[in-house]
């Protein structure tokens, strides 16, 4: 599935993923191939995805995630680097 993580100022991550994980605002979820269309909030947290056997860390400081016919979309409020 295809992923992309945003900021209003900058793109963080786009590419290819096996699995992504989101801090819902009411708790964590994950997202793999093939998932039904969905749209949720975001809180403050991590997103992880996988890209292979390699898995990255991203903070956020809330946002919206939108998943649809195997591509996932993040508009995150901020990062926290």
């Known amino acids: 599935m295809y992923l992309e ?5 900058k793109k963080i991550f786009e590419g ?10 009411d708790g964590s979820f994950q997202v793999l191939n093939n998932h039904a269309p969905l749209v949720s909030l975001l809180g403050s947290g991590t997103v992880e995805y996988k890209v292979a056997d390699k898995r990255t860390k991203v903070q956020i400081t809330g946002g919206v995630v939108e998943v649809l016919k195997n591509k996932v979309i993040v508009l995150a409020d901020g990062i926290r680097e």
Do not use: K, Q, R
């Open 16 to 25: 290819d993923v096996s699995s992504a994980s989101f801090p819902g605002s």
């Open 5 to 9: 993580i945003m900021t209003a100022e």
